[in-house]
């Protein structure tokens, strides 16, 4: 499976769009975008997850570039509960595998 | 719904025991993943099962771990001989298929003194 590159940590203002980069430049044709996080001392959570259309659900957005080497997930309006850390994973037919992913944390 | 269950949520062993580490996944989820995350680190993928297909052990640290699924159904997550590096929160995770997003348990917390 591709590999992902995330900013190590990011701060964002409560209430502020946050928004999540991710560089998938190797990306190949059947494999899928997916976002999870996961807030301290929880299992992760799905967010989100798209092949080459933007989507989007109550929690967030995703947006995938035409050439499909970088996404971004938005969190419209994002409140204290939202830090956690960020995984960005690209998957095909196969395991599911997480890198180091992005703290982001969400200030007053 | 019923969400993915592990039990024991706490489990406190001495070094040299054996652990089993039980998973109850969503009904009807064909996929089943096991993950380690020690104190501070990210997730680490041990081992995956997808429907009667062979399972993918490429994460297994070493052969004193195994792991199976019955029925395809629960899976059982099996350390043999423990040692304190052992100790880490045990995630399991279990999909639709193998390209649905996964729903993961709340995990046991191992404690190997």
């Known amino acids: 499976d591709a590999k992902t590159t995330q900013p190590t940590s990011m701060d964002c203002a409560e209430g502020r769009a946050a928004n999540l980069p991710c560089n998938h430049s190797?990306?190949?044709?059947?494999?899928?975008v997916y976002w999870y996080r996961q807030i301290h001392s929880q299992g992760p959570q799905y967010i989100i997850h798209?092949?080459?259309n933007n989507e989007t659900n109550e929690m967030a957005s995703l947006i995938i570039t035409e050439d499909r080497k970088s996404s971004t997930l938005i969190l419209p309006h994002a409140t204290l509960r939202d830090t956690a850390v960020y995984y960005c994973i690209v998957k095909g037919w196969g395991k599911l595998q997480f890198g180091a992913g992005t703290q982001v944390v969400v200030t007053p | 719904g019923a969400g993915v269950s592990q039990s024991p949520s706490n489990k406190v062993t001495e070094k040299g025991k054996d652990v089993e580490l039980r998973c109850d996944p969503i009904?009807?989820?064909?996929?089943l993943y096991w993950y380690r995350q020690s104190l501070g680190q990210g997730l680490e993928f041990l081992i995956y099962?997808?429907?009667?297909?062979?399972?993918?052990k490429s994460g297994l640290p070493s052969d004193r771990f195994s792991a199976e699924r019955t029925g395809g159904s629960v899976s059982t997550l099996t350390i043999q001989r423990t040692q304190q590096e052992d100790s880490a929160v045990y995630l399991c995770a279990s999909s639709v298929q193998t390209n649905s997003p996964l729903h993961f348990g709340n995990g046991t917390r191992l404690t190997v003194t």
């Open positions: 190797t990306i190949s044709g059947n494999e899928y």
């Open positions: 099962f997808q429907g009667n297909s062979a399972p993918d």
């Open positions: 798209g092949l080459k």
């Open positions: 009904s009807g989820h064909t996929a």
